[in-house]
């Protein structure tokens, strides 16, 4: 047996010369890439890292850091890629329940995870920078660049992404070398990727946007890409002529549309500009395509099931829709509730079944179970329509759930520590619109009896406990929450309360 994924990337053998990822002044081609991933496997070994074994990583983004993830498939364990916002209490967590073997963050974090590592009877942490320096390229520099790769199956384990819950605890969700390898063949396939293709990169690497869809549909088609590290207005603009594509969460398509350097001129280079993570509004795309005569190729996707949809390269890109289900992959909208299949045209549950779909969640069977049903689809908890041509859309959340930027904010867990503030009685958090960030978080929160807390005071204690990116944009006092004849806070209802708070 091979090495299921690595086989789908011959370009490390193949096409040696070729630059992989270029960051700034550095090229790092696609043999660079095998031999320091060789050696990275090397020191994954030596450190006793198993086939099956979790790899954690909270590092900035940088090449090692990709590097590091090939190394991961190379040696047969699992990457745990987290979120650099993260605070160390919400890592105490991911760390408990994934054990993993080998941990590595950034040097500034070294001693707040050596101290996790040790209460949890961890290994202590190796660090790499933003600039890829740290222990373990510094001990993997020492190490031979050759490794054979361990043989791993179609079904064996690649990478497991935590994914927050409407029941609060994070999942892992457990992705398999097929999931992972189906999909960069079908994305290669689908926006016609090919060795003649750079990909400007400017998305951040720990969650499926940025490490999966770009970098391994890159991986598969031996392309190219430039590497930023985080969105950046100039960066962009004055890349954008070295690049044939570009992907983005809509905030980065929204922030181009307000630019005056988005041009026809600017975008001439470009083949395919794709969006996804959060909902493109139909405006941003017809801006869009008035400024650089670019139809967005809008995808829809999950950290559970990789890509499930995307508007066709040829043929109409229709707005404010998520395209067809891709090749090999089926999607139905069904009631809710019981699962029965909905009358064409109807708006439901959309639930997806394909080679995409990751195996369940890591060490909860139970919440897996609940999620698929007995015929293998997956339950997204996206509620949706398909039209009469096809084209699905995404019309509402049967989850309560927050997309800032594209990252997903779960409620109940902001709420949960917002509620053991001292001073407060209650909280309700919703998601309202924001011109740069989709959504925003706003907090609804009831006082304690004969307490005066405020806002501040909120989010000081938030501080440390939560990444920045879930805290409240702003936090609103209210007398009572709106409640209805079963006692549930009306979301609904606050949202359209509150829905012109940030209008532009
Ligand atoms: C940063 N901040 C955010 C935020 N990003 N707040 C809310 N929502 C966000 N998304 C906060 C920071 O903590 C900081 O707070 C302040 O905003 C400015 O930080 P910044 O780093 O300068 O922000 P910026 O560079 O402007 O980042 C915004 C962004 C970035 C949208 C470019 O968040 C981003 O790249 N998002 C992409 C997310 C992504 O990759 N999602 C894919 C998920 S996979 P302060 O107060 O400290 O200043 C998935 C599946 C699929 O969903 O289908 O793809
Ligand atoms: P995540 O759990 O971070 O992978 O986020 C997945 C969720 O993002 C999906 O369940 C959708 O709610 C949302 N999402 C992804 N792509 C789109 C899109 N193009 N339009 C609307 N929502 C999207």
């Excluded at 090449?63 to 364990?77: F, P, Q, S």
């Excluded at 690649?158 to 390898?181: D, P």
């Excluded at 069904?334 to 997806?352: F, L, N, S």
Aim: proline share 6%; charged share 20%; with cysteine.
């Amino acid at each position: 047996m091979t090495n299921h994924l690595m086989r789908h990337f011959p370009a490390l053998r193949e096409r040696a010369a070729t630059p992989f990822i270029t960051a700034g002044e550095r090229i790092i081609s696609y043999a660079d890439a095998a031999d320091q991933s060789g050696r990275i496997a090397n020191l994954l070994i030596a450190q006793g890292v198993a086939p099956g074994d979790r790899v954690a990583v909270q590092v900035e983004k940088s090449v090692e850091m990709i590097l590091l993830y090939l190394a991961c498939v190379r040696a047969g364990a699992a990457l745990l890629p987290l979120n650099t916002a993260y605070t160390l209490t919400e890592l105490e967590y991911f760390l408990g329940d994934a054990e993993p073997a080998m941990i590595v963050c950034g040097p500034e974090r070294e001693a707040g995870v050596k101290a996790l590592a040790d209460k949890l009877g961890l290994p202590a942490p190796m660090t790499l920078d933003s600039d890829g320096l740290g222990t373990l390229s510094a001990r993997a520099g020492g190490l031979a660049p050759d490794f054979t790769d361990v043989a791993r199956g179609p079904d064996d384990l690649a990478a497991i992404l935590y994914t927050s819950g409407t029941t609060g605890r994070s999942k892992g969700a457990m992705l398999t070398h097929e999931n992972l390898a189906s999909n960069a063949r079908t994305l290669r396939d689908y926006w016609r990727f090919t060795a003649q293709d750079v990909l400007l990169h400017a998305l951040p690497v720990f969650h499926s946007h940025g490490l999966f869809v770009a970098i391994n549909t890159t991986l598969v088609a031996g392309s190219s890409m430039i590497f930023l590290p985080r969105f950046d207005a100039d960066d962009v603009f004055r890349l954008l002529p070295q690049a044939t594509t570009m992907m983005g969460v809509p905030t980065f398509y929204t922030r181009m549309v307000g630019d005056p350097r988005l041009t026809r001129e600017a975008a001439a280079h470009i083949r395919l500009f794709v969006s996804g993570s959060a909902p493109l509004l139909a405006e941003t795309h017809r801006q869009f395509l008035a400024m650089t005569g670019h139809a967005i190729l809008e995808r829809y996707g999950m950290t559970e099931t990789n890509m499930n949809t995307s508007n066709p390269y040829d043929g109409e890109r229709r707005p404010g829709t998520v395209g067809f289900p891709l090749p090999g992959i089926q999607a139905r909208i069904c009631d809710p509730d019981g699962g029965a299949p909905c009358p064409d045209g109807t708006i439901g549950m959309i639930e997806v079944k394909g080679p995409n779909v990751f195996t369940g969640y890591w060490r909860m069977p139970e919440k897996t179970a609940a999620e698929f049903r007995s015929d293998g689809f997956f339950i997204t908890g996206d509620l949706g329509i398909i039209d009469a041509d096809g084209y699905v859309s995404i019309v509402g959340r049967g989850k309560d759930l927050v997309i800032s930027g594209g990252y997903n904010i779960y409620p109940i867990e902001i709420e949960s520590e917002i509620d053991a503030i001292d001073g407060v009685a209650e909280s309700a958090v919703i998601g309202v619109p924001h011109p740069d960030l989709g959504e925003a978080v706003v907090a609804v929160v009831v006082r304690a009896p004969g307490t005066n807390i405020d806002g501040e005071a909120i989010i000081a204690a938030l501080d440390g406990r939560l990444a920045r990116f879930k805290q409240p944009r702003r936090v609103i006092f209210v007398d009572e929450l709106p409640r209805n004849t079963m006692a549930k806070v009306q979301k609904q209802r606050l949202r359209e309360e509150h829905k012109a708070m940030f209008a532009a």
